[in-house]
T-cell receptor, first 113, second 115 residues
Framework: AQSVAQPEDQVNVAEGNPLTVKCTYSVSGNPYLFWYVQYPNRGLQFLLKYITGDNLVKGSYGFEAEFNKSQTSFHLKKPSALVSDSALYFCAVRPLGGYALNFGKGTSLLVTP | EAQVTQNPRYLITVTGKKLTVTCSQNMNHEYMSWYRQDPGLGLRQIYYSMNVEVTDKGDVPEGYKVSRKEKRNFPLILESPSPNQTSLYFC??????????????FGPGTRLTVL
């Protein structure tokens, strides 16, 4: 069975500092990995995905994520956090040919001025 | 504008009163899915549909029904709602090219309270 784990319920970072939101996955075969963001009272918005190729994936709003097969991780990063980045972030995994997209429990990111 | 719409956005109902939450997409997507979001549990898939007249259970299907009579619509039906179905519900859709790489796009959510 495929699953993802987001080990941190909340991440706090000061504006202007780099941020990392962690995600590890467990899946048989090649994983397809996704990051979504949920702003308060809004639906989920797609940020980026890893399918194959370059391990560093660039996405929306200046976010990027690094796929690390040996560590089975797909951490979300941004070089300089903004207060407006404060939101709930979800990592998700889908195996090759799989139908279901399995989500982590989410990490709340708080960026303080 | 390409979008997934859900109605209603908010609903308060009572135990046992049948309800339907509608979902519609205008992107000609084959794949549609329903999720529920609960604090500390993330999103869990209820049902999904690969195409018209093709549906299957997700991780938490008990107490829910779905149908896919048209490509653009995928309603979620609660025949006899119970308080443990109080949750935030999301509909999502995507193309389906067989590999699972397609991005799912989410609706704005429906907040359901069952008293």
């Amino acid at each position: 069975a495929q699953s993802v784990a987001q080990p941190e319920d909340q991440v706090n970072v000061a504006e202007g500092n780099p941020l990392t939101v962690k995600c590890t996955y467990s899946v048989s075969g090649n994983p397809y990995l996704f990051w979504y963001v949920q702003y308060p009272n809004r639906g989920l918005q797609f940020l980026l995905k890893y399918i194959t190729g370059d391990n560093l994936v660039k996405g929306s709003y200046g976010f990027e994520a690094e796929f690390n097969k040996s560590q089975t991780s797909f951490h979300l990063k941004k070089p300089s956090a903004l207060v407006s980045d404060s939101a709930l972030y979800f990592c998700a995994v889908r195996p090759l040919g799989g139908y279901a997209l399995n989500f982590g429990k989410g990490t709340s990111l708080l960026v303080t001025p | 504008e390409a979008q997934v719409t859900q109605n209603p956005r908010y609903l308060i109902t009572v135990t046992g009163k049948k309800l339907t939450v509608t979902c519609s997409q205008n992107m000609n997507h084959e794949y549609m899915s329903w999720y529920r979001q609960d604090p500390g549990l993330g999103l869990r898939q209820i049902y999904y549909s690969m195409n018209v007249e093709v549906t299957d259970k997700g991780d938490v299907p008990e107490g829910y029904k779905v149908s896919r009579k048209e490509k653009r619509n995928f309603p979620l039906i609660l025949e006899s709602p119970s308080p443990n179905q109080t949750s935030l519900y999301f509909c999502a859709s995507s193309f389906w090219r067989g590999s699972g790489t397609d991005t799912q796009y989410f609706g704005p959510g429906t907040r359901l309270t069952v008293l």
